[in-house]
């Protein structure tokens, strides 16, 4: 019956039973690493764990080792397989996938997971299909083997291909009927795991991923402190770059006259308070007591900071506060980088800590870095996830930091013991627009009686 079910299958019957793992095909095999995967339905009324090993001649051999009903064994069973298979990334869960949130607490339970992302799970997919197609010399040679099992057999037989991402050339697999497609995204998740980074094997106590609705809750926290940062820099703005930021708006019935006060109403004289704050701060070495700290001023110059320093600076003495971002690099060199209070918000659990608890990044439209201790979110906000454990959130990747504190540093002009920050532009803007509204007002109304 399967044989007209997988006419427009991505594998299809034949394909997928050329590969099985038969003990002739696997004798003398030899494994080098392995992986674990968990996926469950959308409905979680079943769950799949799933295993992947490469052998020592290149080949990969695929198993599902657990479905069964509902998700409470899946702890158990999981605990158990990664410590008989010490799988190098640990369990594979889909960031995207109802697995997400269990994956998560058995992260918290100190089960080592690894979250794939949409390209992780597309790679895998594409080499999957890959290895199962391949031939030589002609015949076929399936470089992916599996152990039959009823469930995944079905999936294999007539999962279809669904396209994603904005191109639409990237693919995975797409359910068919009533069959389950998650054993067969399992297997394709325990094959990202095999070339994803190992987890380090003693994990830091510090790093934890965080549960949904706390992940929710604290986004939304700092979500609403950088949107009234933004709104406080670009009254700033106004008095500091008038020509591109007016800090007022006029009627739609404006004549050219009023346009023409307006225009001149605002001179940007508190650029001067600025300038002449940040023209003594200029840092040109570092040194410690024993002398000029060599590898610190290396640090600083190889980020190019002798140049980016100014703009820190006058970001710190306008906004009252700027801040530094400290994150690794391939040559294992530290990357430090500046933001300003418009694309970064912090919240401190001690006030008096040099470190904040967490802290937000505005990256690009509706995406964002989410830092916590240990680890590093990419999120993104989609409105067609608006009905998800996240509400509109996407975790895209998860990054473990080499250190166990938020790695941003909060710069500060005026800081007082409740952790409020001032600039040198705002208590002079309020003081200048309490003198010059009112003259404004007076001059554009006695311009409108003379209009008359």
């Not at 031939?135 to 009823?150: F, K, R, V």
């Not at 454990?389 to 990747?397: P, Q």
Request: proline letters at 5%.
């Amino acid at each position: 019956m399967w044989h007209e079910a997988s006419i427009d299958a991505a594998i299809g019957v034949d394909l997928w039973n050329a590969a099985r793992a038969t003990p002739e095909v696997m004798l003398g095999a030899k494994i080098i690493r392995r992986s674990l995967a968990l996926e469950v339905t959308a409905d979680r009324s079943r769950a799949y764990l799933a295993g992947a090993a490469l052998l020592k001649d290149g080949r990969v051999v695929v198993d599902l080792i657990g479905a069964h009903d509902g998700v409470a064994w899946v702890q158990d069973e999981v605990s158990r397989m990664v410590k008989r298979n010490r799988p190098d990334a640990g369990v594979v869960v889909d960031s995207l996938s109802g697995a997400a949130s269990i994956g998560m607490q058995l992260a918290n339970h100190g089960i080592p997971v690894s979250l794939a992302v949409t390209k992780d799970l597309t790679r895998a997919t594409e080499e999957v299909f890959d290895r199962l197609s391949y031939t030589e010399n002609g015949d076929p040679y399936p470089q992916l083997l599996h152990s039959s099992h009823p469930r995944l057999d079905d999936a294999a037989y007539t999962a279809r291909r669904r396209l994603v991402g904005a191109s639409k050339t990237a693919w995975t697999w797409e359910k068919f009927g009533e069959v389950d497609v998650e054993p067969l995204r399992a297997i394709t998740l325990a094959v990202a795991g095999l070339s994803m980074e190992p987890i380090a094997k003693k994990k830091r106590e510090a790093c934890y991923l965080m549960d949904f609705q706390e992940l929710k809750q604290t986004f939304d926290r700092l979500k609403s402190k950088l949107i009234a940062q933004q709104g406080e820099c670009e009254t700033i703005d106004s008095w500091l770059r008038p020509e591109l930021v007016a800090g007022f708006s006029l009627p739609r019935k404006a004549t050219m006259e009023h346009r023409g006060l307006a225009a001149l109403s605002r001179t940007p004289w508190l650029k001067l308070v600025v300038d002449n704050v940040v023209q003594a701060m200029y840092v040109d070495s570092i040194n410690s007591e024993d002398g000029p700290c060599r590898p610190a001023w290396s640090i600083w110059l190889d980020n190019g900071l002798n140049s980016r320093q100014v703009a820190n600076h006058r970001a710190m003495i306008a906004y009252g506060h700027s801040y530094g971002i400290v994150s690794p690099t391939w040559e294992n060199k530290p990357r430090v980088r500046f933001a300003s209070p418009q694309r970064m918000a912090v919240e401190f659990d001690d006030l008096d800590g040099l470190y904040p608890a967490y802290a937000l990044e505005e990256i690009g439209k509706n995406t964002y870095h989410f830092y916590t201790p240990g680890l590093v979110y990419r999120l993104i906000e989609r409105d067609t996830y608006a009905d998800s454990d996240l509400g509109g959130l996407v975790i895209d990747s998860v990054v473990e930091s080499p250190v166990d504190w938020v790695p941003v540093v909060q710069f500060a002009n005026q800081r007082d013991l409740d952790g409020r920050v001032v600039g040198e532009v705002a208590p002079l803007s309020l003081r200048l627009s309490g003198l010059i509204k009112p003259r404004m007002t007076a001059c554009l109304h006695s311009i409108s009686i003379r209009g008359k």
